[in-house]
């Protein structure tokens, strides 16, 4: 998983909601088009709609880092870096804590 990725993008925690917003629209339109298409992949689509390239590259880059950080946070677990119960949370601002979240009782 991490092999996938060579950076994990930043995103600021204000931004977090909005650009997971964007992720599951974006997401949702190309397999609507992929449908469409009378695609099987967003690979073909992209060969068939080249327009959609950039969306399909966002897509699939996103999808890559949010299986890089659940491989990352299982690393640190296995490390003993944080328990199990501690997880991040994308866009924590807890001024208390900095990594792993310690207000365990929000979920993610």
Known sequence: ????????????????????????????ALEKERNAQRSK????LAEKRPAFRRRIEFVERRTAEKLA??????????????????????GCTMKRCAWPCADSSRSI
């Open 69 to 90: 950080m659940t491989a990352i946070e299982r690393r640190l677990r296995c490390e003993e870096m944080f328990s199990s119960e501690h997880r991040h949370r994308p």
């Open 1 to 28: 998983m991490l092999s996938a990725v060579e950076t994990v993008s930043s995103i600021p925690p204000e931004k977090v909601e909005r650009e997971k917003r964007r992720f599951v629209e974006m997401r949702a």
């Open 41 to 44: 992949t967003l690979d073909e």
